[in-house]
């Protein structure tokens, strides 16, 4: 069963911006905007560029390769928040200046997206 992970600690990620970290096999984009953290999928869904590389503005981050938006809130996608396109989201929380990330296990996502 997966577990919070620490990642980084307060202070690490400047204000609107982010960093990426392997979480339980995954990488992960960890962001600080507006003074709250949150985590998507690192990997763009289009051609797999780093979004944590991507620019923070208005909630949303821009992909530094082909300028797909995503919200870093819901892993909608900006451009299109109709589509079904969109990037994985992650629980994070803050245990006193260890910024954590819950990623779930691979096994376990995988049961559960085609389960029974």
């Excluded at 400047?14 to 979480?23: H, Y």
Aim: proline content about 4%.
């Amino acid at each position: 069963m997966a577990e919070f992970q620490t990642v980084a600690q307060v202070g690490d990620i400047p204000e609107g911006e982010a960093r990426a970290f392997c979480v339980n096999g995954k990488m992960v984009a960890v962001f600080l905007n507006n003074g709250e953290y949150s985590a998507i999928n690192d990997l763009c869904p289009h051609m797999g560029a780093s979004l944590a590389a991507g620019y923070v503005e208005d909630g949303g981050v821009t992909c530094p390769w082909h300028a797909w938006r995503f919200c870093i809130k819901t892993g909608t996608w900006l451009d299109n928040p109709n589509a079904k396109t969109r990037t994985e989201v992650f629980d994070v929380r803050v245990e006193g200046s260890a910024i954590q990330v819950l990623v779930p296990d691979v096994a376990v996502t995988a049961a559960g997206a085609g389960g029974k």
